[in-house]
């Protein structure tokens, strides 16, 4: 079965506390990608990976960094977690550099106290 | 940046009405895909429009995108309460640069009172 898997799927944590979430796809998809939602703004792109050791920033990448060391993860990072961090996550994967279906996790919820 | 503009935001509407959310981006776009996110799940791919001019149909949904590939549309004839949930389009710029930057509209609610 097709699946993004993201861990933790709740977390609540203080602030200054590094985390990770991971992502992990089954597809061997080249493309993944975070997205945060908030109320009113849709969804955010934080960090795209086009392929293994290829990435680059969405539109709100600031206070994250990712890594793809692995075809199938895509961990986002949390150096020093703020309570303006406090969101749904979602990571994602698609084949055809993003241009098939995109493949959403089932996400994440992040509070940042 | 590109900017993806999504209206309305809310829509409420008796089931058997029809529905339309409408997308504009404020630069070209190389395709443009919708997603469904029903309450407290995440989004699900419904389609992705690639031409000038394309119009792709799902059963009662109806999916149009721009001859300036710039806009985009989401038609549902004869809502039912299964369709409720938030729509959103996504669009690709048709840049040269940041070539996997997806950009998200803020989404349109359907409710639909039975």
């Known amino acids: 079965e097709a699946q993004v898997t993201q861990n933790p799927r709740y977390l609540i944590t203080v602030t200054g506390k590094k985390l990770t979430v991971t992502c992990s796809q089954n597809?061997?998809?080249?493309?993944m990608s975070w997205y945060r939602q908030d109320p009113g703004l849709g969804l955010r792109q934080i960090y795209y990976s086009m392929n293994v050791e290829v990435t680059d920033k969405g539109d709100v990448p600031e206070g994250y960094k990712v890594s793809r060391k692995e075809k199938r993860n895509f961990p986002l990072i949390l150096e020093s977690p703020s309570p303006n961090q406090t969101s749904l996550y979602f990571c994602a994967s698609s084949s055809g550099q993003g241009r098939n279906t995109i493949y959403f996790g089932e996400g994440s919820w992040l509070t940042v106290v | 940046g590109q900017q993806v503009m999504q209206i309305p935001q809310y829509q409420h509407v008796q089931e058997g009405e029809d529905f339309t959310t409408y997308c504009n981006s404020s630069t070209t776009l190389s395709n443009i895909q919708w997603y469904k996110q029903r309450p407290g799940g995440h989004p699900v791919f419904l389609i992705q429009?690639?031409?000038?001019?394309e119009v792709k149909k799902q059963k009662r949904l109806t999916f149009q995108f721009g001859e300036a590939k710039k806009n985009s549309s989401l038609h549902i004839t004869a809502t039912q309460t299964t369709d409720v949930g938030t729509y959103f389009c996504a669009g690709f710029n048709a840049g040269g640069t940041s070539y996997g930057k997806l950009t998200f509209g803020q989404g349109t609610i359907l409710t639909v009172h039975p």
């Open positions: 429009l690639v031409k000038s001019g």
């Open positions: 597809m061997n998809h080249e493309y």
